[in-house]
């Protein structure tokens, strides 16, 4: 079992800057990479950004060049550097572990709102 703890979601004005954190605690060693994901009032939660173990980086194109995801290993948790906020970012953002083993399965945070609004 791996469970995520999230923090630092709020609201902020259009072209502002949030930093999220994900703190990672349980069966770290099974856990083969993090990232996060958003939620907006479709429903739909899409990939935001991905880190995995080994360093490798991937992106959505809507936030590449605004976005930064980042790693500290000694405290087992993963960031989320959000700059020139939109409107459209404005979800609740997730926090994703996947563990690989037999089997493929994921872990997620309780969510924390980001509101872009003037």
């Known amino acids: 079992q791996v469970q995520l703890v999230e923090s630092g979601g709020g609201l902020v004005q259009p072209g502002g800057s949030l930093r999220l954190s994900c703190a990672a605690s349980g069966s770290i060693n099974s856990i083969h990479g993090m990232g996060w994901y958003r939620q907006g009032p479709e429903k739909q939660r899409d990939v935001v950004a991905a880190i995995t173990t080994s360093g490798r980086i991937s992106y959505a194109d809507s936030v590449k060049g605004r976005f930064t995801i980042s790693r500290d290993n000694a405290k087992n948790t993963v960031y989320l550097q959000m700059n020139n906020l939109k409107p459209e970012d404005t979800a609740v953002y997730y926090c994703?572990?996947?563990?690989?083993?037999?089997?493929?399965?994921?872990?997620w945070g309780q969510g924390t709102q980001v509101t872009v609004s003037s």
């Open positions: 994703n572990a996947r563990a690989i083993g037999t089997t493929q399965r994921d872990y």
